[in-house]
């Protein structure tokens, strides 16, 4: 690891466990929950689309089989739901691998059509599946189960054990991604990204590494559905296998910056705080205010906020290296 | 023993038969033109041996082992690369990178990979653009760059799909003298080329087809002497 991502990762840490004594907001605290859980979503899409370069529309399926397995395991079989959203996780990550060997015979926007299918089978399976899913009812936790930590009992009424988990979960998730990219299937994504037959012409298994990634991208999705049933307490179908949840990780990833390690965050803290504020002021209409920060981004920052700020110091690195030759 | 070897060698788009009944064989150390007409299914018989495309019948063998049917990175690491005739670099990435990406099939760690994708691009004469974006190479460059990806993955065969093509003739010397270099190293070359100087002085042997059939085989001079093969290029009344 670099020394200036060192120092980075040092500071994220502290300013994490800083945080929630500094915000006694609550409604700001909930927002920065959301915003975390929005980091998780928005790697679980990077991996994929970002550095494999493969664009899905059905991330929706892999947050609702994270949030049913949690949810349903908690409510059914009284598994509590932080082991839940580990298993939520487990599950999305195992149901992609099938998902991954039929729709990555597609290449393209055939393999996006493709993802998009899927998201909406999962959604009418959960609709009509009812003995498992309660169909379009759902299914509502009203008291979560007792727990105690170091001596104390945890306040599930409080945002603090929610605060904490979610920062956990977003360390998993971003750490996870640069472990990636720094792998040797990470390099391997990069190749697919840039030209699929030129990777395998130099002996790269590239429906391996998409299957692989497919996983990887899926169990951060469904830790991050489990998060939202344990949080939200209700889930149905629309609710979590809603194609505007696969929308929205794909804008995350890309306002933030397209397969880089921090750009899910970004984009997480601009989309979730702008999205939160135009509906506090506008009731009626407030996405269009969404939908025109979307445009500008994609007119005037291609490579994401992010992606952008990436460049620009790199480009001052080198700019000062020719000054201090010169 | 051949080490590479194509027998009954078919290939049918629905009514169209790119090749029928190929069969040729090439020697370890052999430089072997592969040459004829446009459309005579030389590129299809590439794209058969190294796996992008299924035989509809025939068999291809690496060292008396069938690998006709393999995926294209399972044929990479049995030993068969190649190179495109539209060059297919990974365009955003630096030169170094590209190489990087191919040495890993055999090295483990980026360390090795780099070190091994440094010696290729000494070899083609590539080293001064290490760093610079594959994109942004002249042609002459992105050709060299499509056989230092092929070379750093270690093959024992190495296709090469019109590796002069659109070169001027002065880049044409360099890239046969690069050729008759990885030749030395030890590395079967079999090149589909239309350049007839570089085929002239290069191959040992020539595989002349047309309409997706062998029409003669031999020692270049003595293939293009041939009246099938004059009469395929130029007409029956030229022969």
């Given amino acids: 690891m670099s020394r200036t991502a060192a120092i980075g990762w040092a500071a994220g840490v502290a300013a994490l466990a800083v945080l929630p004594f500094a915000v006694r907001n609550v409604f700001l605290l909930h927002v920065v929950i959301l915003v975390f859980m929005w980091t998780v979503l928005g790697a679980a899409w990077n991996v994929l689309g970002g550095f494999a370069g493969q664009v899905s529309f059905g991330h929706a399926a892999l947050f609702g089989i994270g949030a049913y397995t949690t949810i349903i395991l908690f409510l059914k079989a009284g598994v509590a739901p932080w082991w839940g959203i580990l298993a939520g996780g487990v599950a999305a990550a195992v149901g992609s691998v099938p998902v991954g060997l039929i729709c990555f015979r597609l290449r393209g926007p055939y393999f996006s059509l493709a993802t998009l299918a899927v998201a909406e089978l999962a959604k009418l399976v959960a609709l009509n599946w009812e003995w498992l899913t309660n169909g379009p009812v759902g299914f509502l936790i009203t008291t979560l189960p007792p727990l105690s930590l170091f001596g104390h009992p945890v306040d599930w009424e409080a945002k603090a054990p929610f605060y904490a988990l979610a920062a956990l979960l977003m360390l998993v998730a971003l750490g996870s991604t640069a472990w990636l990219s720094r792998s040797r299937l990470g390099a391997f994504l990069v190749a697919i990204r840039e030209d699929e037959d030129a990777a395998e012409a130099v002996g790269i298994d590239t429906v391996r590494a998409k299957v692989l990634t497919l996983a990887l991208s899926g169990f951060l999705a469904g830790l991050g559905g489990g998060f939202y049933a344990f949080y939200f307490r209700y889930v149905d179908p629309d609710a979590v296998l809603n194609i505007g949840l696969s929308m929205e990780m794909v804008f995350i990833a890309m306002v933030g910056g397209l397969g880089t390690v921090a750009g899910p965050f970004i984009g997480a803290v601009f989309l979730t705080t702008i999205g939160e504020a135009v509906r506090e002021h506008f009731q009626v209409g407030h996405l269009i205010f969404y939908g025109l920060f979307m445009m500008i981004v994609i007119r005037f920052l291609p490579e994401g906020i992010w992606g952008r700020a990436r460049l620009a110091w790199a480009r001052g690195r080198t700019g000062a290296r020719r000054h201090g030759a010169a | ?239």
């Fill in chain 2, 1 to 239: 023993m051949a080490l590479l070897e194509c027998e009954g060698l078919t290939r049918l788009f629905g009514g169209l038969r790119a090749v029928g009944s190929l069969s040729f064989e090439v020697g370890a150390g052999e430089i072997v033109g592969l040459i004829g007409p446009n459309g005579a299914g030389k590129t299809t018989v590439f794209n058969l041996i190294t796996g992008f495309l299924r035989p509809s019948s025939g068999s291809i063998r690496l060292d008396g082992r069938e690998i006709a049917g393999l995926k294209p990175h399972e044929v990479t690491r049995r030993g068969v690369a190649r190179t495109f005739q539209i060059v297919k670099p990974f365009p955003g990435l630096s030169v170094r990178e590209n190489v990087t990406l191919a040495a890993f099939l055999r090295h483990r760690s980026r360390g090795d990979a780099e070190s091994e994708a440094d010696g290729v691009l000494d070899r083609v004469g590539l080293a001064h653009r290490a760093d610079a974006r594959a994109g942004e190479l002249t042609l002459m460059d992105q050709k060299r760059l499509e056989m230092a990806k092929a070379l750093a993955t270690a093959p024992r065969v190495l296709l090469l799909d019109e590796p002069m093509g659109g070169l001027n003739p002065s880049e044409v010397d360099v890239a046969s003298a690069i050729v008759l270099k990885v030749r030395q190293a030890g590395v079967t070359v079999v090149l589909v080329e239309h350049v007839m100087k570089a085929i002239m002085r290069i191959s040992d042997r020539v595989v002349v087809m047309h309409h997706g059939e062998k029409i003669a085989e031999g020692p270049p001079a003595s293939a293009v002497r041939d009246p099938a093969v004059i009469a395929a290029y130029f007409g029956h009344r030229a022969a």
